[in-house]
């Protein structure tokens, strides 16, 4: 049974891979990966939408993930079970599931309009962000939750301080379940189009972003802006653009498959 | 058991090393934004620009007419393309928010009734016959509601909602005021998803910029238009010369006073007057008088000028 259920979601992933391949194969050379964006076609690529949906993953990193497992820990570890404690739990979790499109509007008012920072990357990173750190509090105190407390007790008795049963004992733990949780939220911000169009992602650019105050461009939005264009050409370098994208989050897992290798035989 | 590494930390000095760089002088960017139907225009123009001046910068985004007018004013963006005149609320908030603005005309384009190819038995409306068929009560259902000699298949109707300049345009000339119309019908702004409902249904009709006709050519056909002086297909020529009138528009672009004393601004909007008449043709717009461009540019030169 369980077989048969890893089989057909491996055969999904494979055909959609194989469809988009086929979709894109006029498209897809090292020039795609790089080049701008052009009005013929068959000499677009995708290299700012590339730039731009780096930029993104980096900022949304460094800024959701050290907020997340902080507000995670806190939560976890040190919290007393006040009702004002479990209120915030349940909004983290509320918040976790709300729609991504509603960021974008509240993005839109917060950061764009209201910081005036523009349609920029920043703006867009910030605006993920947002979305990104529930996810994270969520996914992580699940992960801490999950350590044993025989852990903490053995700890305690030796006479560990609480700051240190965490960074000794639960955080070297959970640390696998962590970055597995930090990394499904940040898939979910890179693949996440409709909250960066609310906030007014440009869909052409003569350049690649170099920086957060550039306009705000990414892979989801360009995929989104070719496959709106009417002429069969146009469709194929949408097909190359969410190739461009898996390859980015294939990558992502690469790297949580590689830590997860390391961390065998640690610990459990 | 392998003692945590200081993650978080290089995480957040990275961080900061991110946004002091972003915080650096950066090239500014020439952002261009507005009508969906102006898109395609102001891309290959962008391109054709950059070909030129590899270090330009230019971004551009389709907002919708609306949308451009409130970014222009917001300042948002330097220059917005339109597919119709700004209205007087529009203007009134871009003078409350202290913009100043100039307005050119850049190319033409005549809106495209257009309906199923497999549709042979109807050729020619009359004016009067499409406001029956749009005006706001809706009380036309079937093609014999319209006239007698059609047959009696439910008219499924496809074209822009509002927001759109397209649909301004089209109830502005039909309706006498824009913004009346029917709502039951499948409205979108994408002028693909129009034409690709009118040819899923053999009796569907639908309206968008001819511009994006050309793209559909093998799926659809354009109705002819009777205002009264013959039927009329909205051919290049006849949009051009004005044949097509009434249901031709112009397609302008708006650019901030305040952006224009910025060199790459300036130049980049005179380029697009400049190679608006060698481009809209490709992207099947027609290109307006060449006197109208040179009108135009004398105007930039002068609000160049005459910015505060």
């Keep these: ?268 | 058991m392998t003692p945590l590494r200081p993650m978080p930390g290089a995480a957040t000095a990275g961080l900061v090393v991110a946004l002091s760089a972003g915080c650096g002088r950066d090239a500014p960017v020439v952002s261009v934004g507005g009508a969906s139907s102006l898109y395609p225009l102001s891309e290959a123009i962008a391109e054709d620009f950059a070909g030129e001046r590899p270090d330009a910068r230019i971004a551009v985004v389709a907002s919708g007419s609306a949308g451009g007018f409130r970014r222009l004013c917001a300042g948002e963006v330097d220059i917005t393309g339109a597919s119709r005149p700004i209205s007087t609320a529009e203007s009134e908030r871009c003078r409350i928010a202290g913009i100043r603005y100039l307005g050119v005309p850049i190319a033409r384009d005549g809106i495209a009734i257009v309906a199923n190819r497999a549709n042979t038995a109807v050729q020619c409306l009359t004016l009067d016959e499409l406001r029956r068929l749009w005006e706001p009560s809706g009380a036309v259902a079937t093609w014999r509601d319209l006239r007698p000699a059609y047959p009696s298949e439910e008219i499924r109707l496809f074209g822009p909602g509002p927001g759109s300049g397209t649909f301004d345009a089209f109830t502005r000339v039909v309706m006498g005021r824009p913004g009346a119309s029917r709502a039951d019908y499948y409205q979108t702004e994408a002028d693909n998803l129009i034409a690709h409902g009118v040819a899923g249904n053999r009796w569907a009709l639908g309206y968008f910029g001819s511009a994006a006709f050309a793209a559909h050519r093998d799926r659809l056909r354009t109705i002819e238009v009777d205002t009264g002086f013959g039927c009329v297909r909205p051919t290049d020529e006849a949009v051009s010369a004005g044949a097509y009138s009434p249901l031709s528009r112009d397609l302008y672009i708006y650019v901030a006073y305040s952006t224009l004393e910025r060199a790459d601004v300036f130049d980049f909007a005179h380029h697009y007057i400049v190679a608006a008449e060698r481009l809209s043709a490709l992207t099947g717009y027609v290109p307006l008088p060449s006197a109208e461009y040179v009108r135009s540019r004398a105007l930039l030169a002068g609000a160049r000028g005459a910015a505060p």
């Design chain 1, 1 to 268: 049974m369980g077989v048969a259920a890893a089989l057909v979601t491996m055969s999904a992933l494979i055909l959609l891979t194989g469809v988009l391949l086929v979709e894109a194969r006029e498209v897809l050379d090292w020039r795609f990966f790089l080049d701008p964006p052009s009005r013929v076609a068959a000499e677009g690529g995708v290299g700012p939408a590339v730039a731009g949906s780096l930029w993104l993953t980096f900022l949304v990193a460094a800024i959701a993930v050290p907020l997340g497992v902080g507000t995670a820990v806190y939560l976890a570890e040190y919290a007393p079970p006040t009702r004002l404690v479990k209120a915030v739990e349940s909004v983290l979790t509320n918040l976790a599931g709300v729609p991504s499109v509603v960021y974008g509007i509240a993005g839109l008012a917060l950061f764009v309009r209201g910081l005036g920072l523009g349609p920029s990357i920043l703006a867009g990173a910030l605006t993920l962000t947002a979305l990104t750190v529930p996810l994270v509090v969520v996914n992580c105190r699940k992960a801490l939750q999950a350590v044993p407390d025989e852990f903490r007790w053995a700890a305690f008795g030796l006479g560990a301080s609480r700051w240190q049963v965490v960074r000794d004992q639960v955080l070297p733990a959970a640390a696998p379940a962590l970055l597995a949780g930090c990394c499904a939220a940040l898939l979910r911000a890179v693949g996440a189009a409709a909250p960066l169009l609310m906030l007014g992602a440009v869909s052409f650019t003569t350049f690649a972003p170099g920086s957060p105050n550039d306009p705000l461009t990414a892979l989801p939005t360009q995929i989104f802006a070719w496959a709106a264009r009417p002429r069969e050409g146009f469709l194929a370098l949408a097909a190359g653009a969410s190739v461009a994208l898996l390859l980015l989050m294939a990558a992502m897992h690469l790297v949580l498959f590689a830590h997860r290798r390391r961390q065998k035989g640690t610990w459990s």
